[in-house]
């Protein structure tokens, strides 16, 4: 009973969450059997007789050459403005800006000239599986990570369309809510301006936590960050041939090495926490930027210092190797022997 309640309260939030913020999202509402729904196409996008204008210019010998066009002309005539990726944009604004801000008025863009061209065309938004799983443990991100697809019906079946990657996925069911990139569907529609799209920030943000709040997990594949190692793990930050041989050297004391760097440090580092990070070290100096390092682990350079040129910070234990005194060893015992 309790559960009923809860799942009727639950659904009685989003109601009326959507009226305040859009339609509710789902995945079911597309009439797949009559893909010529999908031409048409809402006001709210732009001039209708300016975009079929440009759209008839663009229509190809079949749906495959009209997708190659529309993505050659706008990958020639706009550019990517991330400045204006947080306000509602549709074909019009980014004609006149020659510009788009992100995904989401990138693909308005692209559907509303395939519409145009007489290829049907579905929004599909999707948000990273790693976003949503760290969204409902309540795990810190730095983004909110999502994506924008086009389905498109070509060649008489359904594909998928990522026009930022200006990728066709024919090997494709709508059924399917794992996208490209590990992206989850979780709304499709014909009309993004209801649908909310990320361009309405603040409204999209709302909804999204709505949903995502409320939404079963086990429509996703399996939290890999909530998964425990048996076995210790160890990061390398170093040059070859110096990470070869930390990662020889963490292997001999029973670590596993999952990844060697030396650059996407704000990738990598994070990923780091919680294991091994071994640091190549050359006289004291670390090869990474000392702030890049004491962004994610806060003083971390005073284990330099240590004898033991260890140090822990919180539950992440950092080594830095100085191959310099190893090095000098070398040279010492060499001339010895001349």
Known sequence: MRNTLATLAALSFLLLVS????????????????????????????????ILGKAGRLKGESDLSTIRNVLAWMDQNLKCDETKAYRWRNYDDVMREKAYG?????????????????VPAVWVKSMDVSWIWDFKKARPFKSWSGHVFLEVFVQGKWSLLDPGAKTLYQNY?????????????????????DMIMSLQWKEWKRQTETYFREMDETLLPVDEKGGTALVAQ??????????????????????????????????????????????????????????????????????????????RIKDTSIVFIEFSEQLQGISEIENKEK
Do not use: W
Request: net charge positive; glycine share 10%.
């Open 19 to 50: 009226g305040l913020y859009g339609a509710i999202p789902d995945v079911e509402s597309i009439d797949y059997a009559h893909p010529r729904k999908y031409l048409a196409f809402p006001d709210s996008l732009g001039d209708r007789v300016a």
């Open 102 to 118: 992100g995904c989401a008025d990138q693909a308005i863009v692209c559907g509303v000239l395939l519409k145009g061209a007489g």
């Open 173 to 193: 069911s709508p059924k399917m809510r794992i996208l490209p990139g590990q992206r989850f569907a979780y709304h499709k529609g014909n009309d993004p301006k």
């Open 234 to 311: 160890a990061y390398v930050i170093g040059n070859s041939p110096y990470y070869q041989a930390m990662t020889k050297m963490a292997v001999e004391s029973g670590l596993r090495v999952v990844k060697s760097f030396n650059g996407e440090y704000d990738k990598y580092l994070p990923q780091a926490q919680g294991h091994v990070l071994l640091i190549e070290t050359h006289k004291g100096k670390p090869i990474l930027p000392g702030d890049v390092l004491e962004r994610y682990y806060p003083k971390a350079l005073t284990g330099i210092s240590f004898p033991s040129k260890r140090i």
